[in-house]
């Protein structure tokens, strides 16, 4: 059996176990079309039954995995995913893609299906959604060519498909103006000695309703190609892993519209541009793992939607910015590995949604008092390890904030062994390694339901103390 036919005859294996099997429908399906799936119920080995609906005497509209249209009867969705390992091929036959030409909605994803994906997948001409992503690189794609037949085509997913000899990706994309997003994450694309992938090259993206790109886990050249800059509908934008260099293009901040900017894990260095405040409907910000360099500008502080920002790996300096408090919505912030100096602002406790704050292996100093953390009442990972900040907070104080994680090595605690840990009800890990701490270790410690927890490099004393450090 060749590639193409192994493919299609298995689209039948995964109908099984994704779909919605209560729906109502007023018609019943086409004769035709399930003829086209008895056909393939014929192909297949099923020592369990898991097609046991697939009956003659049932309409295939209530079949699992089957969706029809209630007003004609045709098949317009097949949810294919996670096939049986116990059903397997024992015949072939590829008539399922001249049957069922009403179809809207095919999601192979994550099925395991491999070969060559079968160019007659584009005589699906009502496809409006079409996902074939899975395993990474278990099926391939040698001309897409046939991709240009789905017209009406809104959502393309060929994540993990292989591409890297399909060098018309691009072109045949571009010939259909109904895409709203494209995830070609992982299919070793390589603009790299492509036209395409020139800075200087001049290409006229036609899918200007686009919303969604991602492109992640490729290697689209040295620049972010231009022509995405003329994308200005998107909403979704993943470059991640793409061995990008140079700083960041200010063209970048047209994209005025996108709320999810992922490039991170590649190799931009330069500062961080004022040019980012244009960018104010952004939700998340992903930059983790590049060169960059320079402060953190103070305009971060005018994009007030935001609610993950992951800055770390990168060689930033200077102190965070005052105004971080405006970022209201902030559920993560992470800036560690860093080479930020200064201390934590005091506009930090107004980030009453913040979750994560993960600031270690800085260079920061100064006093963090209970104003810096008593208003946090979301905060549940918190680890500032590597830091030389100092805590002052009263002997008194039980702070509102239940930690989860919490890893203070470095900072000035000592010497006493701090009070306030025993509010901590939640505290799975805790690092308070060189932190100056001259005491033994008080018997509430021992109940507590600590999974990992790191003293070392202090001076603990006592015989209990001793003997659970040991």
């Known amino acids: 059996m060749d590639g193409s036919t192994h493919f299609s005859v298995f689209l039948l294996v995964a109908i099984i176990l994704h779909c919605s099997s209560s729906k109502t429908v007023n018609a019943t399906c086409y004769a035709s079309e399930k003829q086209a799936l008895m056909d393939f119920k014929k192909d297949l080995k099923d020592p369990h039954g898991r097609l046991s609906s697939w009956i003659h005497d049932v309409d295939c509209c209530k079949w699992e995995g089957v969706v029809c249209s209630n007003r004609s009867g045709r098949v317009i969705q097949l949810h294919l995913q996670s096939p049986d390992p116990e059903i397997y091929v024992v015949a072939e036959g590829d008539e399922f893609f001249w049957s069922l030409r009403s179809l809207r909605y095919l999601d192979l994803s994550g099925a395991g299906f491999q070969g060559m994906v079968p160019y007659q997948l584009g005589n699906l001409s009502s496809l409006r959604t079409l996902s074939i992503g899975g395993h990474r690189f278990d099926l391939q794609v040698d001309n897409l060519q046939w991709l240009a037949g789905l017209s009406n085509l809104e959502h393309l997913d060929m994540s993990g498909v292989d591409l890297s000899t399909a060098s018309n990706w691009l072109e045949v994309i571009n010939t259909i103006p109904s895409l709203v997003e494209i995830h070609l994450s992982s299919c070793q694309l390589d603009l790299s000695s492509h036209h395409l992938g020139r800075d200087t090259f001049v290409f006229h993206a036609n899918f200007s309703s686009l919303t969604v790109l991602d492109l992640s886990r490729n290697f689209l050249g040295h620049l972010i190609p231009r022509w995405i800059f003329g994308l200005t509908a998107l909403a979704s ?77 990168n060689a930033l300096s200077g102190s965070i910015p005052s105004n971080l408090g405006k970022l209201s919505s902030l559920q993560l912030w992470n800036v560690s590995h860093n080479k930020l100096t200064g201390t934590l602002p005091k506009s930090l406790g107004q980030l009453f949604k913040l979750e994560e704050l993960i600031i270690f292996d800085n260079l920061m100093e100064g006093v963090v008092s209970e104003s810096h953390l008593d208003n946090l009442t979301a905060l549940r990972y918190f680890d500032a390890s590597g830091n030389s900040l100092t805590l002052k907070v009263s002997a008194s104080w039980t702070p509102r904030v239940q930690f989860e994680v919490l890893g203070l090595s470095s900072w000035k605690l000592g010497p006493q062994f701090p009070t306030w840990i025993r509010s901590q009800k939640f505290l799975q890990y805790l690092n308070l390694s060189f932190t100056g701490i001259l005491d033994t270790i008080p018997p509430w410690f021992f109940n507590s339901s600590l999974d990992i927890v790191d003293l070392s490099h202090n001076q603990i004393h006592g015989k209990s103390s001793i003997a659970i450090l040991s």
């Open 237 to 313: 934008l993943d470059l991640s892993e793409n061995w990008f260099e140079g700083p960041l293009s200010r063209d970048l901040w047209n994209l005025t519209s996108l709320k999810y900017l992922d490039l991170s894990f590649n190799h931009l260095n330069g500062s961080l541009p004022n040019e980012l405040i244009h960018l104010n409907n952004l939700i998340s910000l992903n930059l983790q793992e590049n060169h960059l360099n320079g402060p953190i500008p103070s305009t971060v502080g005018n994009c007030t939607k935001l609610k993950y920002l992951s800055l770390n790996d």
